[in-house]
């Protein structure tokens, strides 16, 4: 489960994202370590409008390889991420 604190409510305000946008951020962030910054996105139907978001908002781009759809994740992307304790 995804908490988030005052100073996380406040930059994601800036940035006009939604409770469930910015979930999906930091679940796809925590998970790029592991992918080489570049996280393999696995989500449901429900989330794609979330993922729209985040692209619409550039912070991350996707691309498709082997079959499979990735997220790269863009300067503002990657801020966002370290204001978040996040490191990508």
Request: charged share 25%; proline share 2%; glycine share 6%.
């Amino acid at each position: 489960m995804v908490t988030i604190n005052n100073r996380e409510n406040e930059m994601t305000n800036a940035i006009n994202l939604t409770a469930e946008s910015l979930k999906l951020f930091i679940e796809l962030a925590s998970d790029a370590g592991d992918w080489s910054g570049q996280p393999i996105i696995d989500i449901s139907k429900e989330q794609r409008g979330n993922l729209s978001d985040l692209k619409k908002k550039n912070l991350l781009v996707t691309f498709r390889s082997d079959g499979c759809d990735w997220a790269d994740f863009t300067p503002e992307g990657k801020s966002l991420a370290q204001t978040l304790g996040i490191d990508i």
